[in-house]
């Protein structure tokens, strides 16, 4: 019951916050909610300990019965593609209960719903079973929608219905797609491990590869499902920031991954320079929008868009390095991009705007936010793959990996990391050189209870990119297996009548 208590505990801590028949105070609420969110990180990490990454087996398995009329089991595993994103998850979730605010309203229904949250990404990512996933899957779809809707801006209620319509979309795509492998496949049930559906034909595959390809596609999201996040990070607070673009866009690249590519291996294959094509239009896309924002918050939001491409360009490629490199772009971007979503929040509260044409000078060593600034510039550096960082290393080994099987479209993709360059210095310079403005010249003291969480990411950026080793031995045996399966030939294209 190892993995099954990585799940009760949130769920358990949920209840607690939320169902204790007596008053409790905002402070006792986040601190109960902390308490579990690091319970839970501390026993991922003696998960880790324990996982044995040479073995390319599920570990860890626990199956049980559940309803067996329609093929439904509680199965869960680990192996080295979903470890390191639970490992992210945990940490992501800690500070995000840390740095949420300790004057909100309805702490207790907040927390809970955090936790909530927390429970259905880690079932998500040890679910081995298509509709245990699902259930899972749409298990944060809730608990995220009431904390934009309750907790979020000024138009919150836009932002939060946005969400809620284009995932539960992705919601039925998804489940349609799983419905039919099972079904059309004649599998006993809805296992991973007893899927056949990589041999049903082409044209099948190819329909129900588009379900797929879609419903995640609106998760990650991919131009032009891209429009929800936007609105949805601007309006969210900065906690709900950090975990919608450090942990929840991962479902769908870690969906794309485990039952895209790995269960519908030849019409991957078929469609595979297609999705090249759709990474560089994603990838171009939202560089291209970061640049014309004046939000702090909506630049890193569309930086958001841009990375992801990285990821379904070396999905595309199949190559085992490439799907590495994809791996290690999810921990990168989560780390990075968390960091500066706490970062946009600190200066947020701080001086009271996020627009680039009200605040400047922030760099200012006296009556400025030089710590804060010297953080985003290390973020800065991270985004744009600057070597030294974890940002480096994971887009390196995806255009090393992808280069060989889409040399074009890797090359067009790279144009992302010098754009990314372009919008991130225009909001250095933009918002932390030159002359305090006369806006925000009376700044609140940062304290460091406001840093902390940022300098944590900031050491693990650092220390990924110097040691890239460190997370690659986590996942190099399952992936390089997963790539290498028989029924996927990375480099065998697949014709019209499905033969190799």
Not at 145 to 161: E, M, N, P, Q, V
Not at 362 to 370: D, I, K, Q, T, V
Request: hydrophobic share 55%.
């Amino acid at each position: 019951m190892m993995l099954s208590t990585l799940i009760l505990l949130p769920l358990l801590g949920a209840a607690l916050i939320g169902f204790y028949p007596y008053p409790i105070s905002g402070k006792v609420s986040r601190g109960t909610a902390l308490a579990v969110s690091v319970m839970i990180f501390l026993w991922s990490i003696f998960l880790a300990i324990q996982f044995h990454p040479d073995e390319v087996g599920i570990q860890f398995a626990e199956s049980i019965p559940w309803i067996e009329a329609l093929g439904l089991n509680y199965n869960l595993g680990i192996d080295g593609l979903s470890l390191p994103l639970l490992l992210l998850n945990g940490l992501l979730t800690a500070i995000a209960i840390y740095s949420s605010d300790e004057s909100l309203q309805r702490p207790r229904f907040y927390y809970s719903l955090i936790l909530l949250l927390n429970a259905g990404v880690i079932g998500a990512f040890l679910a081995q079973d298509l509709l245990l996933f699902f259930l899972f899957y749409e298990l944060e779809l809730i608990p995220l929608y009431l904390l934009i809707a309750i907790w979020g801006g000024a138009k919150r209620g836009y932002a939060a219905t946005k969400f809620l319509i284009y995932t539960a979309v992705s919601g039925i795509l998804i489940l349609a797609s799983f419905l039919g492998m099972v079904w059309l496949s004649d599998s006993p049930s809805f296992g991973l491990a007893t899927i056949n559906a990589h041999n049903l034909p082409l044209a099948t595959q190819l329909l129900l590869l588009v379900g797929i390809l879609i419903g995640f596609g609106i998760k990650i999201p991919l131009v032009p499902f891209h429009t929800w996040l936007p609105d949805a990070h601007v309006e969210a607070s900065t906690p709900i920031s950090v975990l919608l673009a450090g942990v929840l866009l991962k479902l769908g690249t870690y969906g794309l991954l485990r039952f895209g590519m790995n269960l519908l291996p030849q019409a991957w294959e078929y469609i595979a320079p297609t999705l090249a094509t759709w990474a560089v239009i994603s990838v171009l896309f939202g560089a291209s929008c970061a640049i014309a924002q004046t939000d702090m918050k909506k630049m890193v939001a569309y930086s958001s868009i841009g990375h992801m491409g990285y990821i379904l360009l070396a999905a595309a490629a199949a190559t085992p390095l490439s799907v590495l490199g994809a791996v290690m772009q999810m921990i990168s971007h989560g780390l990075i991009s968390a960091m500066m979503f706490l970062l946009v929040g600190v200066v947020y509260k701080k001086a009271g705007s996020r627009d680039l044409d009200v605040i400047r000078g922030l760099l200012n060593p006296e009556r400025g936010m030089p710590v804060i600034g010297t953080l985003i510039v290390l973020g800065v550096m991270a985004s744009a793959g600057i070597p030294g960082m974890v940002g480096f290393i994971s887009e390196f080994i995806i255009f090393r990996g992808s280069f060989e099987v889409f040399p074009v479209q890797t090359l067009l993709s790279m144009l992302g990391t010098g754009l990314t360059a372009v919008y991130f210095l225009i909001l250095l310079n933009r918002a932390f050189f030159g002359r305090l403005s006369a806006q925000v010249t009376n700044l609140p003291r940062v304290y460091w209870s406001d840093r902390i969480p940022a300098f944590i990411l900031a050491v693990l950026i650092v220390i990924f990119g110097i040691q890239p080793s460190w997370l690659v031995h986590w996942s190099q045996a399952t992936i390089t297996a997963m790539v290498n399966t028989p029924s996927l030939v990375a480099n065998a294209p697949v014709d019209k009548a499905g033969k190799t």
